[in-house]
Nanobody, 120 residues
């Protein structure tokens, strides 16, 4: 089994910063893409940022220049540094990973979600 465990959410004032972490554990052969999605109340889940195994990154337009995704392949961990937070960044943030597991099965995995609330 593979698990993604997130940490680092919370309440912050507009303009503040938070850092999310997500560690993958279990029977992992290798990890392709790791990233973060978010879902605000009444809205669909949307991509925030992704990082490939070669550390190529991709960002949703509204977070470019404010959020930075990074990845430690040795620790199977992905981070999201969020700066200059805005109230519209308020959402549940989900970690995502595309993982080759035991038996060479490629599957998508999701974390349990962590709440980020930005007050104005």
């Amino acid at each position: 089994q593979v698990q993604l465990v997130e940490s680092g959410g919370g309440l912050v004032q507009a303009g503040g910063s938070l850092r999310l972490s997500c560690a993958a554990s279990g029977r992992i052969v290798s990890i392709n893409v790791m990233g973060w999605y978010r879902q605000a109340p009444g809205k669909q889940r949307e991509l925030v940022a992704t990082s490939t195994s070669s550390l190529s990154t991709n960002y949703e337009d509204s977070v470019k220049g404010r959020f930075t995704i990074s990845r430690d392949n040795a620790k199977n961990t992905v981070y999201l540094q969020m700066n200059s937070l805005k109230p519209e960044d308020t959402a549940v943030y989900y970690c995502y990973a595309n993982i080759w597991g035991s038996g060479l099965r490629l599957r998508d995995y999701w974390g349990q979600g962590t709440q980020v609330t930005v007050s104005s």
